[in-house]
């Protein structure tokens, strides 16, 4: 299978918790998104990568919210200390775009996380 | 704040008739429009987009439509066909990032 890669599919995990979800693009993607997407809504833009350089931030992502993506491959986002209104669908996308325009994304299944 | 909304959360179409699903924005400055298309435990799919230059482009059975004037699109699918049946979500892109709707669920109905 050569599309996104998303693990874990489903994380449940208590209230303080810290959580990692991991994507893996499509190898030669230079860019690569996170989505967070809630019950009965759209996808909402949360950061994006061009390679290993972390170039937008949502206001979404609060300070308890980390994204890396060393050597411009997978990227994890971590979130710390977990409140229930994270509980949502992480989605991550990978892109090959050269210019300004965005382009056609390319999205994983997913990881669902619910706080309890 | 609502930037692109779709108003209608579901739709019911006859098999072989065609499918209208509509989309409003408010941001003049979005400069390119997509529909992406959901399945159950799936991610979104991409299906098929317009540049803010343009006001109509085909695909197959997929037809977008632009009005600007209006800030208002489209898509078109024509024969609906029972694997069209899926979440439609349409989604504008404001530099890096898309800004999506909230979603309309299209049932094809044999």
Known sequence: DTGVSQNPRHKITKRGQNVTFRCDPISEHNRLYWYRQTLGQGPEF???????????KSRLLSDRFSAERPKGSFSTLEIQRT????????LCASSLTTGGFVGELFFGEGSRLTVL | D????????????QEGRISILN???????????????????????FLISISSIKDKNEDGRFTVFLNKSAKHLSLH???????????????ASEGQKLVFGQGTRLTINP
């Open chain 1, 83 to 90: 409140e229930q209104g994270d509980s949502a669908m992480y």
């Open chain 2, 77 to 91: 699918i024509v024969p609906s066909q029972p694997g069209d049946s899926a979440v439609y979500f349409c989604a």
């Open chain 2, 23 to 45: 989309c409003d924005y408010t941001n003049s400055m979005f400069d390119y429009f997509l529909w992406y298309k959901k399945y159950p435990a799936e991610g979104p799919t």
């Open chain 2, 2 to 13: 609502q930037q692109v909304k779709q108003n209608s959360p579901s739709l019911s179409v």
């Open chain 1, 46 to 56: 949360l950061t994006y990568f061009q390679n290993e350089a972390q170039l937008e």
